[in-house]
Structures are given as C-alpha cells and as structure tokens.
T-cell receptor
C-alpha cells in the first residue's frame, strides 16, 4: 500500500504486505530527516533517519528514501505486522536550525489481519 | 540508550489552576530540551526550546507567561501551564537533545493535560 501523507492521512494494508508512507517537505535548507512512529497516547519513537548527502538508508525492515529534487521522503516497511499500526511522522531539521524539528502532518497506518 | 522521562503522564485540573510537567533525561545530560504540543490526530507543534541555565526560546505565537519553562539542571526541564483553561487541554511532549549519534532527539512519553 502507498500513501501521500498530506492527502491520504490513513493507509490500510494487509498483514505481510509492504507499506509505503510518503512525506513532502518544503524547506530546501533541511539537511536531516527522521521518521518517527507514534502509538496512541505515547511519545514519538525514532525509526530511521537520513542525511541529505544520501538518497537511501536501510534499517531492520524499514527503508527511507530521499529525493531532494522534488523534496520528497518515503518510509518503506517490509512485511508489515500488526505491531506496525501507528501514526508515522516525518520530521526535518534545517542546517543551523539548532536541532529544532519540524514535523509533517502524519499518516495513520492500519494493518489488517 | 537515551531515556527521557515525563511526569505526570496524565493530569486533570480545574480551570484557573497551574500545572507543572517535568521532563528528565535519565542517563545523559541534556543542555537543550524541546517542548511540543499535540492536539488529537494532529502533528507535533514546537512550543519552545529549553536551554539549561538560560531563558527558554519560544516559538511565534506561544505565550511565554502562559507556558513557563525552567531548565535549572542538566537533567531536568519543567513546563508550567499557568492559569490553565479548557483550551490548554492537550498532549504535551518533551524531547532532549542527546548531542551525539543518529538519534539526536529522544522523546518522552508525553503528558495528557485535561482542564475542566
């Protein structure tokens, strides 16, 4: 399943399928990007990050892709599990911005059994 | 790994009272902490940057007299919502800058404030 965070705030996928969550950012001066997972009633949990000198980074079951040309970031989750159900936020940090993060609107991922 | 603890996790208060929320870095020193506010089904909005030993830096539109921030030590920042009103009800989340490594910001679990 695939979503655009700003236009499709909810993404539903079948367990075992791959999920793609998209994020558009606006600040071309941003040089560091992070994906966070937030479960209901909890604080954001770090998933994976990427710096602007890279276009792809892989973690355990997750991959982040960065396209600076179109200012687009995506999070791919392989073999989505029920425990992946949460809201996913992308966040950007501007170089020289003092580590202040600007968060995207978020995408609710629902994993169907 | 770095752990940030927030207390209380939930608080209910009467309108007009003040509420203090604590944010502690448990196993590292945090010269900088950030306070965010989150409404239901919305994103996190940065309220202020808390700097140890100096005044907090507030984002545009955030009332500094309403949301008092104190960062008196390298492991503790507090947010006091003064004269709280129902519109102040929200989820408040702090984060601390670990200063190193990939995960430079660690978030607390959040504090749910309900003002009656």
């Amino acid at each position: 399943g695939e979503s655009v965070g700003l236009h499709l705030p909810t993404l539903s996928v079948q367990e075992g399928d791959n999920s793609i969550i998209n994020c558009a950012y606006s600040n071309s001066a941003s040089d560091y990007f992070i994906w966070y997972k937030q479960e209901s009633g909890k604080g954001p949990q770090f998933i994976i990050d990427i710096r602007s000198n890279m276009d792809k980074r892989q973690g355990q079951r997750v991959t982040v892709l960065l396209n600076k040309t179109v200012k687009h970031l995506s999070l791919q989750i392989a073999a989505t599990q029920p425990g992946d159900s949460a809201v996913y936020f992308c966040a950007e940090n501007k170089s020289g911005g003092g580590n202040k993060l600007t968060f995207g609107t978020g995408t609710q991922l629902k994993v169907e059994l | 790994g770095a752990v940030v603890s927030q207390h209380p996790s939930r608080v209910i208060c009467k309108s007009g009272t003040s509420v203090k929320i604590e944010c502690r870095s448990l196993d590292f020193q945090a010269t900088t902490m950030f306070w965010y506010r989150q409404f239901p089904k919305k994103s996190l909005m940065l309220m202020a940057t808390s700097n140890e030993g100096s005044k907090a830096t507030y984002e545009q539109g955030v009332e500094k007299d309403k949301f008092l921030i104190n960062h008196a030590s390298l492991t503790l920042s507090t947010l006091t919502v003064t004269s709280a009103h129902p519109e102040d009800s929200s989820f408040y989340i702090c984060s601390a800058f670990t200063g190193s490594g990939a995960n430079v910001l660690t978030f607390g679990a959040g504090s749910r404030l309900t003002v009656l």
